[in-house]
C-alpha cells in the first residue's frame, strides 16, 4: 500500500490505498460479465441494461458493447436516477410525490424486456432496492437481475448480484473505490482505508 496525497484520488492524506483490480483485470471481469449474462439469457434479444447513476452507467455501456462483439446486436443501454427512491432520506411521502412530477420518461423500454440492473459496488443493497421500485415504476420486466463491478458484503436487506466482477470481503470501516476512464480518467477497483485500522 501506498499514503495517498492527491485529493482527486478518493483518499485523503492520512488514508491508503490499495489496487484490488487493475484495468486490465477489470476489462477481463467486464467481459466475462457480458459472456455469462449473454448465456444465462440465451442471447442478448430481451435485454435492457440500466446502469445505476453516476458509474454503473458506463459499466453498463462496456456491458452493452462487449454484448454487441458477442451477439452481433448491442441491448439498448440508459442510466438510472434513484435518487428519490432511497429509503434513507426523509419524508418518504414527499419524496414519492416529488419523484412522480420530477421522473421524465426513460429512454428505453423495461416493459416485457430482462433489466439488468448494472452498479459499481454492491454494499447494503438498499441503492438496489430503491433502483427495483424506480424500474418497477416505469412498467413490468420479464424479470430483473443485477450485476456489480465489486460485491463487498455487509447487506442489511436480502439482495444478491446474479453478475459479479468481485467478491472483496471488507471492514465496515474500509472503503472501495470503482475508478473508471468516463468519471476518473483511469480504471482501477481500490480498496481505502486509514492507518491503524485492522489489517494495517
Known sequence: MSATTDASSGATPSEFEKVIFNDVEMRRAISRIAHEIVERNHGASELTLLGLRTRGGPIA???AERIRELEGGEPPVAELDVTYYRDDLP?????????????????????????????????????????LEAVLDYGRPQRIQLAVMVDRGHRELPIRADYVGKNVPTAMSERIAVRLLETDDADAVVLIRRPGQDGE
Do not use: N, Q, W
Open 61 to 63: 455501456h462496456r456491458l
Open 91 to 131: 419524508d418518504r411521502g414527499a419524496r414519492s410525490a416529488e419523484r412522480a412530477a420530477r421522473r421524465g420518461p426513460l429512454p428505453v423500454a423495461v416493459e416485457g424486456r430482462v433489466v439488468v440492473l448494472v452498479d459499481d459496488v454492491l454494499f447494503t443493497g438498499r441503492t438496489s432496492r430503491a433502483a
